[in-house]
């Protein structure tokens, strides 16, 4: 139990890459985040995370119900600390059934609000020619390959629907156009087009507020 709990130690608090900085957005109220472990993303809408003595509990509980299971894991959704909120997720996720989503790699999330945003972060490497991508944190590369690049992948974490998916103008529209007056207003955007996903999403968080335990938060963007 204490070799489980160190391991959750060292994946919050060792396995989080450099985010960059960016522009703090407007809040009509100061909001807090919690510390503490999210096993599922309930624990993180409703800003109640775990404690290492509440997942102590739950594996306990799991290991009596299951007690042919040496040993019992949970998968943990993510974390909070001093702070900031980070979610466990590696790129191609999105195309697995939850259960089949297994270890951890942390991604800070760097909006939040209805729609949250983070970046996942992996290095480009390559290999006779073919440039493919990696794990940030694989120690050991194929024979005659070098890192050359970190490439990043944008998502969002609609909490509407419980869903991570790419962050993209497919995915921000379909969004939007549950919104009537943004609807509106998404087909008469003249701006430019790589920038219209993010100027609605922002626009979406400040219209439809989400309510982390009762508290208003139109949006919050982390800066270090």
Same mark, same amino acid.
């Given at each position: 139990?204490?070799?489980? *709990?160190? *391991?959750?130690?060292?994946?919050?608090?060792?396995?989080?890459?450099?985010?960059?900085?960016?522009?703090?957005?407007?809040?009509?109220?100061?909001?807090?985040?919690? #510390?503490?472990? $999210?096993?599922?993303? #309930?624990?993180?809408?409703?800003?109640?995370?775990?404690?290492?003595?509440?997942?102590?509990?739950?594996? #306990? %509980?799991?290991?009596?119900?299951?007690?042919?299971?040496?040993?019992?894991? @949970?998968?943990?959704?993510?974390? &909070?600390?001093?702070?900031?909120? $980070?979610?466990?997720?590696?790129?191609?996720?999105?195309? *697995?059934?939850?259960?089949?989503?297994?270890?951890?790699?942390?991604?800070?999330?760097?909006?939040?609000?209805?729609?949250?945003?983070?970046? $996942?972060?992996?290095?480009?490497?390559? /290999?006779?020619? @073919? &440039? =493919?991508? !990696? #794990?940030? $944190?694989?120690?050991?590369?194929?024979?005659?390959?070098?890192?050359?690049?970190?490439?990043?992948? =944008?998502?969002?974490?609609?909490?509407? !629907?419980?869903?991570?998916?790419? *962050?993209?103008?497919? +995915?921000?529209?379909?969004?939007?156009?549950?919104?009537?007056? @943004?609807?509106?207003?998404?087909?008469?955007?003249?701006?430019?087009? %790589?920038?219209?996903?993010?100027?609605?999403?922002?626009?979406?968080?400040?219209? /439809?507020?989400?309510?982390? +335990?009762?508290? %208003?938060?139109? +949006?919050?963007?982390?800066?270090?």
């Amino acid at each position: 139990m204490r070799i489980f *709990l160190m *391991l959750i130690f060292i994946a919050v608090n060792g396995l989080v890459m450099a985010q960059p900085h960016v522009e703090h957005l407007k809040t009509k109220e100061v909001f807090s985040l919690k #510390d503490g472990i $999210y096993v599922s993303i #309930d624990d993180f809408k409703n800003n109640k995370p775990k404690s290492p003595e509440e997942i102590t509990k739950i594996i #306990d %509980k799991i290991k009596m119900e299951n007690p042919d299971i040496d040993k019992p894991q @949970l998968q943990i959704w993510g974390y &909070a600390s001093g702070g900031s909120a $980070y979610v466990s997720w590696v790129s191609g996720w999105e195309y *697995l059934a939850p259960e089949k989503r297994k270890g951890y790699n942390f991604n800070r999330i760097m909006t939040i609000g209805s729609i949250c945003q983070f970046s $996942y972060y992996a290095l480009e490497y390559q /290999n006779k020619g @073919l &440039a =493919q991508d !990696t #794990d940030p $944190y694989l120690k050991e590369l194929p024979k005659n390959t070098r890192r050359t690049s970190v490439k990043a992948t =944008q998502y969002i974490i609609d909490l509407n !629907t419980n869903t991570i998916k790419l *962050l993209n103008t497919r +995915n921000i529209q379909e969004i939007i156009m549950k919104d009537e007056l @943004l609807a509106v207003e998404w087909s008469k955007y003249k701006g430019p087009h %790589k920038e219209k996903k993010y100027f609605f999403l922002k626009k979406y968080n400040d219209s /439809n507020p989400w309510n982390f +335990n009762q508290k %208003k938060l139109n +949006n919050q963007s982390i800066n270090n």
